[in-house]
């Protein structure tokens, strides 16, 4: 009989970016094809939008954010990545905030959230309705809610990365070695079901925990949640109006409120 192991994702995936290192990695870096892309095609919206960012990492998005928006609150999950924000951007408005749980926030109080690079992917699956519904709060009707998120069709591909650095190359040792081990630890957790899969990918040296989800079954829960699909933006910065077609691992999704 094949034993069935699961695994804390939260405790797992928060760990990692509880580590002062990836708090720094994600301070740094330009905004993604996408994110330009939503950035010229919503401008309009975002540039006299009451903005929230929730995940926000250590400001990578959040500096655009904040020149273009009216008003800005950016927030994140690990106190790390919050005081590496505040330490980066300090004009603007940072707090510590679980996406699952945005009640200290009043209803409505926002035009636009945005929860970017595959951040709500690091939450447990059985919470990503709590998450939709929380943000569908704080936003006004017709408010646009912007995220990330990876595609269940790529899930197996994921997970069969090889490590992508070689041990001899200088420099890359200990980065192979930390692949090798937290590869070894957590592919076991994996999981493939039909809306969702968890996949041990590549990110973080192998060290997160993944979910890859369905985009009909995400679709469906959107629309329970009082969302609508307006477009859908590959990692290249294409738009799709229609969202049937996964093309790449992860997609942006710009959402209105409805
Ligand atoms: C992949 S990083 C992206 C950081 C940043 N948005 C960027 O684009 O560079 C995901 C972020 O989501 C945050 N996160 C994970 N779970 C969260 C939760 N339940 N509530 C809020 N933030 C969370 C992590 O702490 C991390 O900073």
């Known amino acids: 009989m094949i034993r069935k192991v699961s695994v804390d994702v939260e405790s797992v995936n928060m760990r990692k970016y509880g580590l002062r290192r990836v708090a720094e990695l994600y301070s740094t ?15 309009s919206e ?48 940072v707090s510590q905030v679980d996406a699952r749980n945005l009640h200290s926030f009043r209803a409505e109080e926002f035009d636009l959230c945005w929860f970017g ?43 069969r990365t090889p490590i992508p650095v070689r041990p001899w190359r200088l420099g890359e040792t200990k980065r192979f070695f930390r692949c090798v081990f937290n590869r070894a630890r957590m592919r076991r957790y994996q999981e493939f079901g039909e ?41 290249d910065g294409s738009r799709w109006e229609n969202c049937e ?5 992860w997609h942006y999704f710009v959402c209105k409120a409805i």
């Open 29 to 43: 870096g330009g905004w993604m094809p996408p994110e330009v892309a939503i950035i010229a095609d919503y401008g």
């Open 46 to 93: 975002l540039r006299k939008a009451m903005t929230l960012e929730l995940g926000a990492g250590g400001g990578r998005l959040t500096a655009a954010l904040a020149t273009i928006s009216k008003s800005l609150v950016a927030t994140d999950f690990s106190i790390p990545m919050t005081r590496k924000l505040k330490e980066r951007l300090p004009g603007i408005t």
């Open 117 to 159: 690079y595959n951040g709500i992917d690091s939450i447990p699956i059985r919470d990503r309705r709590t998450v939709f519904s929380e943000v569908r709060n704080v936003l006004r009707c017709g408010g646009l809610f912007i995220f990330s998120t990876h595609d269940r069709t790529f899930a197996e591909t994921a997970a």
């Open 195 to 235: 809306d969702y899969a968890l996949v041990n990918d590549r990110a973080l040296n192998f060290g997160l925990m993944t979910y890859y989800v369905d985009r009909k079954w995400q679709n469906e829960l959107l629309a329970e949640e009082s969302f609508r699909v307006l477009s859908v933006y590959a990692t």
């Open 245 to 249: 077609q996964p093309t790449d691992k």
